[in-house]
Antibody
């Protein structure tokens, strides 16, 4: 059974940093691209970033480019999101999601972890 | 505004057939498979359609299709538990980004 479990969320002040983790199990992690998406309170889903299976290619949404860094450790079956220079508008539930084969849609999602940016 | 356009709200009665649409362009829907995601009360999204495939465990009253730059999710035989927000998403090669629609709130009357 595919499982994705996020952790690392919490309360942080504006300008601060946070690192999210996603522990994957139930599939060959090193053969799938992975994504982060988020949902601000009362808003829709927003894609944040993706990373290729090997970790060689990373893509970012415009709202986080230059501030967030996606990475992965295939030996540990783990996905990460380093978030720097956090803003109030980054407050959201962050979801880890698996991407289907060959650039296919996202197929499995985690339960999410809440990040609150507030002074 | 979102790269993909969805109806803000759709409603139907129990047993009715409803269709949700998702409109994009040749850089996204016109080139890539579309995923549909159900979100109940802002819980974790659940994939209800993956391209034209129904994920394991999703009732076969859900079906998906695509014509040109518009994708559709059809629910035949609407059930009370289908009341949720539905989002469509795909890759956009001109943006080098994954894009989401703004979401459709489906109400079962």
């Amino acid at each position: 059974e595919v499982q994705l479990v996020e952790s690392g969320g919490g309360l942080v002040q504006p300008g601060g940093s946070l690192r999210l983790s996603c522990a994957a199990s139930g599939f060959s992690f090193n053969t799938y691209s992975m994504n982060w998406a988020r949902q601000a309170p009362g808003k829709g889903l927003e894609w944040v970033s993706s990373i290729s299976a090997s970790g060689s290619y990373m893509y970012y949404g415009d709202s986080v480019k230059g501030r967030f860094t996606i990475s992965r450790d295939n030996a540990q079956n783990s996905l990460y999101l380093q978030m720097n220079s956090l803003r109030v508008e980054d407050t959201a539930v962050y979801y880890c999601a698996r991407e289907g084969d060959g650039g296919s849609p996202l197929d499995y999602w985690g339960q999410g972890t809440l990040v609150t940016v507030s002074s | 505004q979102s790269a993909l356009t969805q109806e803000a709200s759709v409603s139907g009665t129990v047993g009715q057939k409803v269709t949700l649409s998702c409109t994009g362009n040749s850089n996204n829907i016109g080139s890539y498979a579309v995923g549909w995601y159900q979100q109940i009360s802002h819980g974790a999204p659940k994939t209800v359609m993956f391209g034209n495939s129904l994920p394991s465990g999703i009732p076969d009253r859900f079906s998906g299709s695509k014509s040109g730059t518009t994708a559709s999710l059809t629910i035949s035989g609407l059930q009370p538990e289908d009341e949720a927000d539905y989002y469509c998403s795909t890759w956009d090669h001109s943006l080098s980004a994954r894009v989401f629609g703004g979401g459709t709130r489906l109400t079962v009357l």
